[in-house]
């Protein structure tokens, strides 16, 4: 069964400290893996996409790497911000036929000033 | 780019009762997806769309479910006798699998409609 796991489920960290959100899967046969962003109530604001052939993505303070030997995928966040709180979301497309993005149940992330 | 759309935010319905919701991808997107998120789960994908051609559906999608897409933009997700169960938040998203796309297949999704079956 294909499935992502988020740990932690939960994490509070004071304002400008550096952080890693981890994701695992379980097949490492994927087309691609999203990392999203969503806000209490709100939908889902993608944040960054690695194709099965990259290593890692940047954007601003943000920055995903891709392991797939080792079915993992980390999201750096640099210098956090009271605004970075947040649930995040990692979701894996396993296969080019299929276009089902699977998800993780997100890690809650609440960021002290 | 307006981003996805969808309508109303919010319904509140009684259980038994009928409830239709509606999808406006980005425009230029031909493929359109359904998810359904209940609290502290990520999402979960219902139906997938490419142009008004409805080819994958999960087995979450029972038969009081139905999915349109008619012309290949909107889409429209009706719920026939609604049960408790079915209270969740309802999100749709959509992507490109054209040439030219600059993150093709990369899905990007509405604010969600969410649901309460009282």
């Known amino acids: 069964k294909q499935e992502v796991t988020q740990i932690p489920a939960a994490l509070s960290v004071p304002e400008g400290e550096n952080l890693v959100l981890n994701c695992s899967f379980t097949?490492?046969?994927?087309?691609?893996l999203q990392w999203f962003r969503q806000d209490p109530g709100k939908g889902l604001t993608s944040l960054l996409l690695?194709?099965?052939?990259?290593r890692e993505q940047t954007s601003g303070r943000l920055n995903a790497s891709l392991d797939k030997s080792s079915g993992r995928s980390t999201l750096y966040i640099a210098a956090s911000q009271p605004g970075d709180s947040a649930t995040y979301l990692c979701?894996?497309?396993?296969?080019?036929?299929?276009?089902?993005?699977?998800f993780g149940k997100g890690t809650t992330l609440s960021v002290s000033s | 780019d307006t981003g996805v759309s969808q309508d109303p935010r919010h319904k509140i319905t009684k259980r038994g009762q009928n409830v239709t919701f509606r999808c406006d991808p980005i425009?230029?997107?031909?493929?359109l997806y359904w998810y359904r998120q209940t609290l502290g789960q990520g999402p979960e994908f219902l139906t997938y769309?490419?142009?008004?051609?409805?080819?994958?559906k999960s087995r979450l999608l029972s038969d009081r479910f139905s999915a349109e897409r008619p012309k290949g933009s909107f889409s429209t997700l009706e719920i026939q006798r609604t049960e408790q169960g079915d209270s969740a938040m309802y999100l749709c998203?959509?992507?490109?699998?054209?040439?030219?796309?600059?993150?093709?297949?990369?899905?990007?999704f509405g604010p969600g409609t969410r649901l309460t079956v009282t």
């Open positions: 998203a959509s992507s490109s699998s054209l040439g030219g796309a600059r993150e093709p297949y990369e899905q990007y």
């Open positions: 097949d490492s046969a994927i087309y691609n």
């Open positions: 690695i194709q099965s052939s990259q």
């Open positions: 979701a894996v497309r396993f296969s080019q036929a299929g276009t089902a993005l699977i």
């Open positions: 425009s230029e997107h031909n493929r």
């Open positions: 769309f490419q142009n008004e051609a409805q080819l994958e």
